[in-house]
Structures are given as C-alpha cells and as structure tokens.
C-alpha cells in the first residue's frame, strides 16, 4: 500500500466515522479490509482502492467504514449498580438510558438484565433503553442476541447465562423479554443526534479514544444538550473531558463517571445522591 493509498483511507475514515489511524496502524487496514475486497470478487486490496478512488460514495464505502469500525464489546464490562440512578429518578418513576456505540449489544443487553434484576423497585416504572451504533451490520447481530460460547464468557455471570438465555446449538440466544427492552438505532455520532431527546445515563464508552480532539469535543458538548443536570455519562477508563470540554466534570470517587458542571450547591445535593 502506497502512502497515497494510506492517506485515501485514513481521510475517508475520518470524514465518514471520525476514526483516526497513524501509520502503525497499517496493518489493521489490510487485515480487516481483505475480507470485503473478497467478498467483491476484487484480487487485493489494490483494487478496492482503485475502486474508492472511482466512486467514493456507495456500499463499497459503507461496507469499509463498518469492517474498520471497533467492534468488541464484552457483558457486565464495569457496570455499576443502577441504585444511585433510581434513586434520582423515584418520584417520577422513568430512565431512558443511551447506549451509543453499542457494537454487537452486550453493553445494552447488561443494563436490561440489570433492570429486570431491580423489577420489583421497578414496578410502575417507563424504562428505555436506546442502542445504536453506525454498523448496520452489527446491529443485525445485535438484534438477534446470539452470541458464541467465547462471547458469554467475557464477563456474564453463570446464574445470569442459566437465567437469560437459551442454548441454541453452539451458541447462545438471549430471552426475548430482554430483547425486548432494547431499542437498536444506526446512529453515526458525527451527525447531529440531540433528536434522540433527553437521557438520564449515557453509556460512551470507549469510542472517544479513536477521534481527534476536535470531534471529542463536537460529540461531548452535543451529548451535554440531551443530559439533564443530574445526569450521568459514562466514559471508557481510558477516557477523561479533561483538555476537551468544560461542560462536563468528573463525579468524585466515581471512576469514569462524569456529570454536567454543576454549581457548588447543586453539586453537594447530586453527591448526596450517590
């Protein structure tokens, strides 16, 4: 691959998902767009470049953008207990919880088997849950909520495997109960997404890591317009707003917790809360 073709792909990748790559990176190019070159009959990836640099536009470009985008994701990754948000939300008995970037669902399927754990307090309660992801693809595979033994076992708990789902051959399929608590979107987090409406948790977990500081910054101050002020975001633990946005500020003793900036007093009463 020439510099020139490095180059083409790591523009398109940026204007299309906001994905940045250095050259040590190269290798993840070929590795995971030989595959879509095969699928189209085309000889080596060469010849898929010849064709982007032909018609930048299209399922060719589509299906490029989802085989780079980062899809793994793990059940139960880091999840706190859902106490500090219910509490909050108790006199008006509603959540709406976003999980953007949600790959192939486990993050979004976790937080449902939470609140299915919790049904009791959550009696009476309107609970959403929102999972979107820019890969039409993996969204599919989210949908159908059927994972392979190596996928049950990065992080889900063996009563909640016995409890939650079914067997089907080699795989495992999730209770449509808890399908059924998730709502999937394609959603790409470079457009504008305050038409979502208004969430009380948002889960963004380690997708900023792969944008450069500007698109951090577009992003998180778009999510500061749908977080109302006892909201709560969720950032990867390689993640911060430091140096990237004032409209958020870490919640103390919280790792990777983070909260609209709030004033000194409304502050204490949303500490009071955890």
Known sequence: MTGEDFDLLCRLLRERSGLMLTRDKAYLLESRLLPVARKRNMKSLDELIVALRLRPEGDLVRDVVEAMTTNESFFFRDLLPFDQFLKTRAARKQIRIWSAACSSGQEPYSLAMILSEEKMKLQGWQ?????????????????????????????????????YFKQQGDRWQIDPAIRGMVKFRCLNLLDDFTSLGVFDVIFCRNVLIYFEQATKTLVLERVARILPQDGYLYLGGAET???????????????GIYGPVLSPSAMAQKLAAV
Do not use: M
């Not at 909520?145 to 708990?157: A, D, I, K, N, T």
């Not at 409209?247 to 103390?252: C, L, S």
């Open 127 to 163: 609970v959403e849950i929102i999972a979107t992801d820019l890969s039409t693809e993996i969204l599919e595979k989210a949908q159908a909520g059927l994972y392979s033994q190596f996928e049950v076992q990065r992080g889900l708990p063996i009563q909640l495997l016995v409890k």
């Open 241 to 255: 707003v430091i140096g990237i946005t004032d409209k958020f500020q870490a919640i103390a003793e919280q790792r």
